[in-house]
């Protein structure tokens, strides 16, 4: 079984910095995507970055040149390095992961999300 642990939330001022940690531990063989989302209160979860485990990374629009993805494929964990928050950027933000096990089976996988609130 693989669960996967985020730590990092947390309350930042505006213009102040956050670095979200997601990582998988269990019966990994090989994760493909790694991801995180977030949703805000009254809306619908959204992607803010995705990376492939060849290092191709897909960021929103919305948080472009402010947030940053990054993964070690050892260590099964990714990041999401926020500068520049702004209060909109307040959300629970959630890891998902493309996982295969052992046995060969896929998988996706969210953690249990970390709340983000940026005052203003």
């Known amino acids: 079984q693989v669960q996967l642990v985020e730590s990092g939330g947390g309350l930042v001022q505006a213009g102040g910095s956050l670095r979200l940690s997601c990582a998988a531990s269990g019966s990994i063989f090989r994760i493909t995507t790694m991801a995180w989302y977030r949703q805000a209160p009254g809306k619908q979860r959204e992607p803010v970055a995705v990376?492939?485990?060849?290092?191709?990374?897909n960021i929103a629009d919305s948080v472009k040149g402010r947030f940053a993805i990054s993964r070690d494929n050892v260590k099964n964990t990714v990041w999401l390095q926020m500068n520049s928050l702004k209060s909109d950027d307040t959300a629970v933000y959630y890891c998902n992961m493309e996982i295969i096990s052992w046995d060969r089976l896929k998988s996706s996988l969210w953690g249990q999300g970390t709340q983000v609130t940026v005052s203003s």
């Open positions: 990376m492939t485990s060849a290092g191709i990374t």
